[in-house]
């Protein structure tokens, strides 16, 4: 079944604009176009989206009013930080005594390195009282004549008593310029982060307005009617009017747009994604269903941003060899790949010439830049000279499958390798091999420190490979680690399709020492308003919250589609495909797996492993309608029961799960299967607010409605 309701997806890169269109009920790539990105037209960036929308929209046969969502991801944050072109801050410190003194030392954030030999333009001025018009009017006067075009406030506990920043706002009005407050940015304790936060933030602000507004009114202009997205840093979009105020969250987006692809499209409950393009490979991680976040590292500084937690490394589909040639008896041997590319040397790939450019070629060694070292190696051939790559070993073995965007002819490639072969003494292939083992090794080292630092279960995670690069990387590095491994679909456009599949997010952090659960609760009510007025259909929002008990930090992250999805299930797995998922991941033969519980989107299935001299575990897969496990339980107890009978049922699993010790109290964790959703509450470890939250993941619901409960006692 198909609509005529489309998701666009367009991602607006250094180089190229991409944008797809998916069925906005099946999920399938519908078309794809691709377009030089404008940064020289008089509308910028602007204007390329437009022009993709449109060939877009030709492409698949829609009108703008069939457009469902559409939303956009953009390095233009990134890159104006990396490339020192952001605008002069004011800064307006507040504070007496010792206040004072804490406030004042931020004029220092004006050294802040951008790019080498850019430093962040920042004008300081401080007011005692932010009750003060004509103090603050003053301090933004001198702000202004020093040449600032964006104002920031910020006091000292601002983000218990917020006033003092607002009033200052609320004065500097008449200046006219953009401004914000350092608790809007965030409202996490530490002035110097905080404020730097906001800082960095105010930065690219007058820059990210203008595009906005460009974007926007381009948008309008076209017909389209759905608001316009845009792509955050965690893996989740914003609606424009939220990106007006926090431009930072679109900073390191790039990659989340990767990875949110392949969790919605690839549908992966925990792996390890791999964006491979020409020059580096993004690696990052999905545990549990959820893409790993962290507090992101701008300009050499710890930040409050949260951003999707990416590892680079310097090998990518265009990455050049570079060997170490023979001297005296001994043959030449590989050493190693990249970081340096063939885009950057500006050779093309050997695999891709056409076989009589390949004619009389002899192996010679380049410095691709001046203070490169001369051993990446190059063919000189009839047809010119031309770079050796990862993706000309991967096509010499036969890795890159057929319509691959990094597809050769294999014995075009065999002939590129050829030369080094008979160098190194060996055999096309083991030659071929030896340059994916000399990159794949790199990578290697990363996705086991990343396996290793969220203690995936090797056994069942899986490899998934997105980017045009991604057949050179994804399919040696599983041979060599030992763990599945595939390619995603339409991998060259996991960018776009992710963010044409992208849910909307947003994530509120407090700091609230022993909060109770009204508190919890006060905090998650904050985040569901806040995705819901960004355009999430309300009936469909999933809240995860954590509590930290070292430091009282509680954290919610709010999801959801901007409308009910309702997607086609003609395609779903039986009952035989299910269980044969789940015994697959519970590395187990079939017949020792049972069902356990389920409702009409998930099956639970569990199995038991018999231990000598300790207790049995009872390890459990959730496996959605599809056939994808969408939840790894190490050991746990599931128990089925109703809506209405559940509170009283929880509180006796959730008495009897938790665990005391010098720890202290340890609530065991908690997930509920409730309708189409997975409802995740292992973030709380204290057992009344913990029953607080399930009471509020069932509410308005019918009594007989069933829910499962899938309970880990914790160790």
């Known amino acids: 079944m198909t609509t005529h309701r489309v998701r666009v997806g367009i991602d607006v890169g250094g180089t190229f604009t991409d944008a797809v269109a998916v069925d906005a009920t099946t999920l399938n790539l519908l078309g794809q176009v691709k377009v030089p990105t404008s940064h020289h037209h008089e509308d910028g960036v602007a204007h390329g989206i437009v022009e993709a929308l449109d060939r877009l929209l030709q492409q698949v046969g829609r009108d703008p009013a069939d457009v469902a969502f559409l939303a956009h991801g953009t390095t233009q944050a990134t890159n104006a930080l990396l490339e020192g072109d952001v605008a002069t801050v004011g800064l307006i410190g507040i504070g007496t005594g010792p206040g004072a003194v804490l406030t004042r030392r931020l004029a220092a954030l004006g050294r802040l390195e951008l790019a080498p030999g850019k430093r962040l333009p920042l004008a300081y001025a401080h007011v005692a009282h932010p009750d003060d018009a004509s103090a603050v009017r003053a301090a933004v006067e001198e702000v202004t004549a020093a040449g600032a075009e964006v104002v920031v406030a910020t006091e000292p506990f601002a983000v218990d008593r917020p006033e003092g920043e607002q009033a200052v706002l609320e004065a500097a009005r008449s200046a006219g310029l953009p401004m914000t407050a350092a608790h809007e940015i965030t409202s996490l304790y530490g002035l110097h982060k905080r404020t730097r936060t906001a800082v960095v933030n105010a ?35 914003m609606a424009l009017d939220e990106m007006r105020r926090r431009p930072l969250l679109t900073v390191l987006s790039g990659p989340a747009a990767g990875v949110a692809g392949a969790l919605m499209q690839e549908r992966i409950s925990e792996g390890v994604f791999l964006e491979t393009g020409g020059t580096s490979t993004d690696i990052s991680v999905v545990r549990r269903g959820k893409v790993a976040v962290r507090h992101a590292t701008m300009l050499g500084k710890s930040s409050y941003l ?167 990387v994804t399919p040696h590095l599983a041979v060599l680690t030992g763990m599945e491994g595939r390619i995603a679909r339409h991998a060259e456009v996991i960018s776009p399709i992710g963010v044409a599949l992208a849910l909307v997010r947003e994530q509120i952090e407090r700091i609230i020492p022993g909060a109770t659960q009204e508190q919890i609760l006060a905090v998650r009510a904050e985040a569901e308003r806040a995705v819901v007025a960004q355009g999430a259909a309300a009936d469909g929002v999933e809240v995860e919250v954590t509590v930290d008990p070292q430091t009282s930090t ?95 049922l929880l509180s006796t699993l959730v008495r009897e799960a938790t665990s005391y010790g010098d720890g202290g109290v340890r609530a065991p964790a908690l997930r509920l299967l409730l309708g189409s959703r997975i409802a995740d509450l292992s973030g709380v470890l204290e057992p009344q607010p913990l029953l607080a939250l399930a009471r509020s993941e069932m509410r308005d619901r019918a009594a007989d409605e069933p829910v499962v409960a899938v309970v880990e006692v914790r160790t």
């Not at 015994?583 to 389920?598: M, Q």
Request: with cysteine.
């Open 554 to 648: 509680v954290r919610a992250i709010a999801t959801g589609a901007t409308e009910l999805r309702t997607q086609d299930r003609s395609h779903s797995a039986d009952d035989a495909e299910r269980l044969a998922a789940a015994a697959a991941s519970l590395k187990t033969d079939p017949d020792r797996v049972r069902v356990l519980a389920g409702t009409p989107a998930h099956t639970v299935y569990g199995t038991e492993v018999r231990r000598r001299l300790r207790a049995s575990r009872h390890p459990v897969r959730v496996v959605d309608a599809d056939g994808v496990v969408r939840l790894h339980a190490w050991d746990a107890q599931v128990t089925a029961t109703t809506v209405g009978a559940a509170p009283e």
């Open 203 to 237: 930065a690219i602000l007058p820059r990210m307005l203008a595009t906005a507004d460009l974007v926007d009114a381009s948008i309008t202009k076209a017909g389209i009617a759905a608001p316009l997205m845009v792509m955050r840093c965690d893996g989740g979009v």
């Open 306 to 472: 949260n951003a999707l937690d990416v590892r680079t490394v310097g090998v990518g589909g265009g990455s050049m060899v570079r060997v170490d040639l023979a001297h005296g008896d001994r043959a030449a041997r590989v050493t190693g790949v990249g970081p340096r590319s063939a885009h950057i040397a500006g050779l093309p790939y050997a695999c891709f010439a056409d076989p009589a450019e390949l004619r009389d070629a002899t192996l010679a060694t380049v410095r691709p830049m001046p203070d490169d070292p001369a051993d990446h190696a190059v063919l000189d051939a009839a047809g010119g000279r031309y770079a050796i790559t990862m993706t000309c070993a991967a096509n010499a073995l036969g890795r890159v499958p057929e319509g691959d965007f990094a597809h050769c002819d294999q014995q075009v490639a065999k002939a590129a390798i050829a030369p080094l072969a008979a160098a190194l003494g060996v055999d096309v292939p083991t030659a071929a091999a030896r340059i994916l083992d000399a990159g794949a090794e790199q990578v290697k080292s990363v996705v086991d420190k990343i396996v290793r630092d969220y203690r995936l279960d090797a056994d069942t995670a899986v490899l998934v490979g997105g980017g045009g690069g991604a057949a050179t």
